[in-house]
């Protein structure tokens, strides 16, 4: 059997304002280049035999296989205009299930999730995680996401044996025909400013629509999991409705970003049923899995909605042990072509 994997890394990742103004770690490029490396070849011995990266200015996936030789296996670049921005990762994981892609690795935080989802809606996904707001990504090794990735592809296991749906938040805006999304969290921020990078101001907090509220987590996840938990497994969301912390009946001490808890005021935190409306009223910016992307003028209304119908994620353990109770990975001596053991860095090149 052979397969196609793609693999998507954010370069930016693990790099933003966060490591200046609270206690996040750092994810480098010399890090994200060995894990592509390691997920490449997992892939391989699980039957992958093509790859298709995302092109993005530091050549990461370039770099990471520039020195192997692996026979019958082929790696490119996808083939979409860059403009150094999230929309790479939107254009080319749109490309990459035009091209046959059977499964996805994105590295980065819960934004580089979206962004591929925004491009490929039920894309066949592994989400490693190299960012900051990481409740959706795991941290995985790198080996086993690529041998799950490339067990997919080739067709040693099927998506629906191991993989389950991931709820997202849906989000249309009055007068748009655009629907956009957030796989985590929605937030509704009494702000004009979009591109800010800042730490949202606890006393701006209006409306979060959350798809999973998990009091283990970091970022507005955990706010409304401090109060009213829910999983990735369970139905609907929850919805949590702010009050300026001044003017607050209730305060919750959450960590809204790595090691900085911030006082936030609550009116009221509820469960939301899978498919009920949340309607706000602008003016507000709306941001989606931590990241501000849009304005509300004032006035005009915008419908957030918890629904089962995003990206399949592959569940890598069951993965594995599905192939293993296959015998996928046990070969009659001679049937299979020798590979060298061991670390290979031979003269090879990408792309």
Known sequence: MTGTVGIVPNPVSGKDIRRLVANAASST????????????????EAGADRFLFLREPHG??????????????????VAVETRNDET????????????GVGAVIVLGGDGTSRAATLGWRDVPLIAMSTGTNNVFPRFVEAT?????????????????????VAKLVEVVVEGDDRVDLALIDALVLDERLVGDRSLFDPAKLRVAVLTRAEPASVGISSIGGLVHPCGAA?????????????????????????????????????????????????????????????????GRRAVLRVRRAGPRVIDTTRALTLAAERGVFVHAAGSVAFRPDGPRHLPGGCC
């Not at 490029?29 to 391989?44: P, S």
């Not at 770099?63 to 192997?68: C, G, H, K, P, S």
Request: aromatic share 6%; with cysteine; proline share 6%.
């Open 29 to 44: 490029l010399a890090e994200k280049y060995t894990i592509v490396r390691r997920a490449v070849l997992g892939a391989v």
């Open 60 to 77: 990461l996936c370039a770099r990471a296989v520039e020195t192997l030789t692996l026979d019958g296996v082929t790696f490119e670049h």
């Open 88 to 99: 790479d990762t939107t254009r080319t994981v749109a490309a990459m299930r035009e091209a």
């Open 144 to 164: 086993v996401a690529g041998e799950a990735a490339g067990l997919v592809a080739a067709g040693h296991v099927t998506l629906d044996e191991v993989a389950a």
């Open 234 to 298: 369970d139905p609907g969301g929850v919805v949590v409705r702010f009050a300026p912390p001044a003017a607050a009946r209730r305060h919750l001490r959450a960590p809204l970003a790595p090691g900085w808890y911030a006082t936030v005021g609550l009116d009221d935190v509820a469960a939301l049923p899978e498919g009920e409306p949340v309607e706000v009223v602008g003016p507000a910016v709306l941001a989606f899995d931590g990241e501000r992307q849009r304005f509300l003028e004032a």
